[in-house]
């Protein structure tokens, strides 16, 4: 599934109509696929909805709905403004609706709440502005989404809800959609948290857009999906052998953070590599061998700290900052890693990460292929505090194609930018596993995938979409509340069966063909 912003969605249409269909006819046959979503969503008998329509071609969308829900025997409200300008669509499906004249139709041209008889079981359709908003909503429209924010009606929007923006964060009212029913893609805005207050769930509806139009653009934004992960996926021989699967070095752990060592670790293991060997302070050696028996475990000089360490012969990646500290001894090793240039993949995560920000000069010197996994707090660290998530995006597609490295922003949707310029939002993954330890586990996982082989954008990916499906499976055994990092570690295993197994929906199968 591809995600576009606002210039691209247009370009898209308008490419379609150069090709062939006229606007009109484009419009209705997105009327058509919303339409029967909607009829599949409420499809009772003398079912009520209300459809508000803007002046512009989102308000056309809804006259058009209106319309074919009417010949599906709805009882159909519709508010239309006649005052201000109106595009072609607009009047032409303005004057298609008024021609049908039937009993169930009734048209307001007045706002007036009190004239609306619409039952607590009626649907209100946001058709008033969509993609084309520019502006805060103001006057009469404002009005109009507190009223509809105040209902407890079921509330549809038709490809956004009015006053959300596609490529920046909302700065005032927005219609609360309970179902997003938008055209073709998902859009930028439904990625970013600033969006996440203003709707429910999101469903793309197929409406004939030209496939041509992805073959010959430079589209950069993608749906993380299995898609993409099957084609790469190792299978084992089986007269391979722990070599065939590399060896992995971990720098992890200070006093008091040993588990971060651990679920690291146990992470790695359950990720498929062949053989590990962490580092960690001399006081975490019987909890790592006793909890990670399957590891190698090297000793520090200090007790508590990682102060120096020797990297073994032969490792295949390295993985950096669970549970590290800052200490000063620690900087100064962190500082000797860079300088040895080593030509392995790595992977740094948290106080690696905080280091970096500290000492903007280490930063510089990340290998190429490097991959960093920051929240957004690390991230603003490293380069500077960010105005929303919208930014921070921004910045992470230009850092990682500038220094050459991999960035997985985590959140929410977890995003990853890549060193060419593509990018993939990751929509797996629960609130349960906003929980201590988590992100350890993601940096094991991908420390393990790059240990076996798998390249900087490849384990990225698989490191992420593996992580938040076994996040999700945990989630149906512990509920959201009671999920904690060991129980990501404990369904790795099944998320990647999940996925060597996975079997496209009907939906699934629609979006590829597209």
């Given at each position: ?370 991959i960093i996994t920051p929240h957004p707090g690390e991230f603003d ?16 597609q230009r850092e990682a194609q500038q220094r050459k490295i991999n ?108």
């Amino acid at each position: 599934m591809i995600i576009l912003n606002e210039a691209q969605i247009k370009a898209w249409d308008a490419y379609t109509i150069a090709k062939g269909i006229s606007s009109l006819a484009l419009m209705e046959q997105a009327a058509v696929a919303v339409t029967d979503k909607l009829d599949l969503l409420l499809g009772e008998e003398d079912q009520e909805v209300l459809i508000i329509c803007g002046n512009g071609n989102n308000g056309a969308d809804g006259l058009a709905i209106a319309r074919l829900l009417l010949d599906m025997d709805y009882i159909v409200d519709v508010f239309v403004s006649l005052e201000g300008d109106h595009t072609p669509e607009w009047k032409a499906n303005y004057e298609r609706l008024m021609n049908q004249d039937p009993e169930q139709l009734e048209i307001h041209t007045v706002w007036n709440p009190e004239e609306i008889e619409l039952s607590t079981s009626g649907t209100i359709v946001d058709a008033m502005f969509g993609t084309g908003l520019k502006r805060p909503i103001d006057g009469k429209w404002l009005e109009i989404t507190n009223w509809v924010n105040e209902q407890s009606n079921l509330t549809v929007a038709i490809d956004m809800p009015s006053g959300l923006y596609v490529d920046r964060a909302p700065d005032g009212e927005v219609v609360y959609a309970d179902l997003v029913l938008t055209f073709q893609c998902q859009r930028l805005a439904f990625m970013m948290p600033e969006s996440e207050p203003h709707f429910g769930e999101v469903l793309v509806c197929n409406i004939g857009l030209s496939d041509t139009f992805l073959l010959e653009h430079d589209i950069r934004n993608f749906e993380l999906s299995y898609y993409y992960l099957l084609p790469f996926l190792i299978d084992r021989n089986r007269f391979s052998h722990k070599g065939d699967y590399g060896h992995g070095f971990l720098l992890s752990g200070s006093l008091g953070k040993a588990g971060a060592a651990v679920l690291a670790s146990g992470a790695a293991m359950r990720a498929g590599l062949g053989l590990l060997t962490v580092h960690v302070p001399g006081i975490m050696y019987s909890i790592l061998q006793s909890a990670v028996p399957e590891a190698m475990v090297h000793l520090d000089a200090n007790p508590h700290y990682i102060s120096s360490f020797t990297i073994p012969d032969k490792i295949a990646a390295l993985g950096i900052g669970p549970g590290l500290g800052k200490d000063p001894v620690t900087i100064k090793a962190v500082e000797k890693l860079l300088e040895a240039k080593l030509n392995v993949p790595m992977v740094w995560d948290a106080d690696a990460l905080n280091i970096l920000a500290e000492r903007k000069d280490l930063l510089d010197k990340l290998p190429v292929g490097s991959i960093i996994t920051p929240h957004p707090g690390e991230f603003d660290r490293l380069f500077g505090e960010q105005d929303d998530h919208y930014s921070r995006f921004a910045t992470a597609q230009r850092e990682a194609q500038q220094r050459k490295i991999n960035i997985v922003l985590k959140g929410g949707i977890t995003i990853i930018c890549q060193s060419n310029g593509v990018s993939f939002f990751n929509t797996r993954g629960n609130p349960g596993m906003a929980t201590g330890g988590s992100g350890d586990v993601l940096t094991g996982v991908i420390l393990g995938l790059l240990s076996q082989g798998y390249s900087s954008d490849y384990a990225s990916l698989l490191g992420v979409y593996i992580h938040a499906s076994a996040g999700d499976l945990a989630a149906e055994e512990q509920g959201y509340e009671s999920l904690i990092a060991s129980d990501i570690v404990e369904y790795l295993g099944d998320a990647f069966e999940e996925l060597r197994h996975r079997e496209p929906s009907i939906d699934e199968t629609e979006e590829k063909d597209v």
